[in-house]
């Protein structure tokens, strides 16, 4: 006991790190992918600020290529901190502006039906909506799903989404991101470059990315790296403060919306140390002493990771063969 702090998760040497990382996405690029360079959707957060600052490292400026992939209800500032990044660390951008595709899937139009099931008004012209899930630190939780919606009048009220409007709304709404990493592909098989997944070891460990959109990379540099430590490594290498200290958000539905509220249920720093804590056998009355609540809060959020893990295995895994491929097998 009092040996687990906010400190485990403290890089001793985060340029050392960073040199270690550009070295290994470098050789797995070149020798692994036998690409030439590296392209980065970039979000304007954290996740894709740091992989592209050791792209940057790893290859050089010349040989990166960032991408903006807007659509009908980005953030105007995730354009602002991407093209501020880009300026950074000298790469060459482009802007696909993906909101007529999303209209041509009819993205919006299924998300606005899925939503009018429990809000028939709706409409997202002249309304905003978002998913939230209650916070794990309520004592009387219930994990069920609300879509929040913004009327016209600037009034709001949030509601439980039925299982079927919910799985519409995500199924829509996951279009998105499918439709990024679509374009990634476009740019990077035209440059003969990999395409770099941002996901870092809380995303990829809790299953929080779609399956053929930003699950799916050529390589994923910080996948192993906590929030906190990715945070922590952007600062050392120079990612614009306006960045480093903007708080996570989705960017995906016309609210605004941080993860906690639509994927964790708590806030990064928060579930980095749990996560931390449950992957090293640390004792849930330990960790309550750390975070100021109590043991059963803790337990609660050692369950909650568990359940992610299972409901979102699948995520993980590729196509599935019924049958070896002997002269194809690794």
């Given at each position: 006991?009092?040996?687990?702090?906010?400190?485990?998760?403290?890089?001793?040497?985060?340029?050392?790190?960073?040199?270690?990382?550009?070295?290994?996405?470098?050789?797995?690029?070149?020798?692994?992918?036998?690409?030439?360079?590296?392209?980065?959707?970039?979000?304007?957060?954290?996740?894709?600020?740091?992989?592209?600052?050791?792209?940057?490292?790893?290859?050089?400026?010349?040989?990166?290529?960032?991408?903006?992939?807007?659509?009908?209800?980005?953030?105007?500032?995730?354009?602002?901190?991407?093209?501020?990044?880009?300026?950074?660390?000298?790469?060459?951008?482009?802007?696909?502006?993906?909101?007529?595709?999303?209209?041509?899937?009819?993205?919006?139009?299924?998300?606005?039906?899925?939503?009018?099931?429990?809000?028939?008004?709706?409409?997202?012209?002249?309304?905003?909506?978002?998913?939230?899930?209650?916070?794990?630190?309520?004592?009387?939780?219930?994990?069920?799903?609300?879509?929040?919606?913004?009327?016209p009048d600037g009034t709001q009220e949030?509601?439980?989404?039925?299982?079927?409007?919910?799985?519409?709304?995500?199924?829509?709404?996951?279009?998105?991101?499918?439709?990024?990493?679509?374009?990634?592909?476009?740019?990077?098989?035209?440059?003969?470059?990999?395409?770099?997944?941002?996901?870092?070891?809380?995303?990829?460990?809790?299953?929080?990315?779609?399956?053929?959109?930003?699950?799916?990379?050529?390589?994923?540099?910080?996948?192993?790296?906590?929030?906190?430590?990715?945070?922590?490594?952007?600062?050392?290498?120079?990612?614009?403060?306006?960045?480093?200290?903007?708080?996570?958000?989705?960017?995906?539905?016309?609210?605004?919306?941080?993860?906690?509220?639509?994927?964790?249920?708590?806030?990064?720093?928060?579930?980095?140390?749990?996560?931390?804590?449950?992957?090293?056998?640390?004792?849930?009355?330990?960790?309550?002493?750390?975070?100021?609540?109590?043991?059963?809060?803790?337990?609660?959020?050692?369950?909650?990771?568990d359940a992610k893990r299972r409901a979102?295995?699948?995520?993980h895994l590729t196509g599935l063969l019924?049958?070896?491929?002997?002269?194809?097998?690794?």
């Open positions: 006991m009092g040996t687990f702090s906010r400190d485990v998760l403290t890089l001793a040497d985060p340029i050392a790190v960073a040199d270690a990382l550009a070295q290994s996405l470098r050789n797995a690029a070149s020798q692994t992918l036998r690409r030439r360079g590296l392209v980065v959707g970039i979000s304007g957060g954290i996740d894709s600020a740091l992989c592209t600052a050791l792209a940057v490292r790893a290859f050089g400026a010349s040989k990166v290529f960032g991408l903006f992939l807007p659509e009908r209800v980005s953030s105007s500032e995730s354009l602002t901190y991407g093209r501020l990044l880009a300026e950074k660390f000298g790469i060459e951008t482009a802007v696909e502006d993906l909101a007529p595709a999303l209209t041509a899937l009819g993205c919006y139009a299924r998300q606005d039906e899925a939503i009018r099931e429990v809000f028939p008004l709706y409409d997202s012209a002249t309304w905003k909506s978002k998913i939230v899930i209650p916070s794990l630190l309520e004592e009387s939780r219930l994990s069920i799903s609300r879509v929040t919606v913004e009327r949030s509601a439980p989404l039925p299982l079927k409007a919910y799985l519409k709304l995500v199924a829509a709404t996951n279009f998105k991101q499918r439709l990024r990493t679509t374009l990634e592909y476009y740019h990077a098989d035209r440059l003969n470059y990999a395409v770099v997944g941002t996901p870092n070891r809380l995303e990829y460990d809790q299953g929080f990315f779609v399956k053929g959109g930003d699950g799916l990379a050529d390589v994923k540099p910080i996948a192993h790296l906590y929030k906190t430590q990715v945070y922590a490594l952007a600062r050392a290498l120079g990612v614009p403060d306006e960045i480093c200290n903007r708080a996570p958000t989705t960017d995906t539905f016309s609210l605004p919306q941080g993860q906690d509220e639509f994927y964790y249920a708590l806030p990064y720093p928060e579930m980095d140390l749990c996560l931390y804590a449950h992957n090293h056998g640390v004792a849930a009355a330990e960790v309550a002493a750390v975070m100021g609540v109590s043991a059963d809060t803790v337990e609660r959020v050692f369950k909650d990771i979102t295995r699948p995520l019924l049958e070896a491929v002997p002269e194809i097998s690794k």
